[in-house]
């Protein structure tokens, strides 16, 4: 088994135009980080042209499918039904996209399967980011 989850996903950008531009977006689930998801928007969906990734706590990605959560970079509310919005806070501006909140609760549930929720401890190598903290001196 891989371990490593890769989804890809259509997100829709909010804009203050009404239209909103489908963008692709990948998520990505690796067990050897088990606390995090990562997101990456390939760079022609990008204003500076290069690809962009944000990495944030799956917890956060699941508690926000069903309710409002964060408060730093990256926030996740639902939006009716069918979506989730994920803000993605940074120095040069906010970007919101919508995500069907069902591909993300299918991305959730494979990571899921993959490391369930309270075992993640288990996944750490813990010798291994000793050793690059203190680089290679254990």
Do not use: K
Request: proline share 7%; hydrophobic share 40%; charged share 25%.
């Amino acid at each position: 088994m891989s371990s490593v989850i890769e989804q890809s996903v259509q997100a829709r950008m909010v804009a203050s135009a009404p239209r909103m531009e489908t963008l692709p977006a990948v998520l990505s689930y690796d067990r050897r980080n088990p606390f995090a998801v990562r997101m990456v928007f390939p760079a022609p969906a990008t204003l500076e042209d290069t690809e962009v990734s944000w990495e944030f706590s799956r917890e956060l990605l699941t508690t926000g499918v069903d309710s409002p959560a964060g408060q730093g970079d990256v926030r996740v509310r639902p939006y009716g039904f069918q979506r989730t919005v994920l803000e993605f806070h940074a120095p040069e501006g906010i970007a919101m996209v919508h995500v069907r909140t069902e591909e993300l609760q299918l991305f959730l549930q494979r990571a899921q399967e993959l490391v369930p929720v309270g075992d993640e401890h288990r996944y750490l190598d813990l010798d291994g980011g000793l050793t690059d903290l203190l680089g290679g001196a254990c």
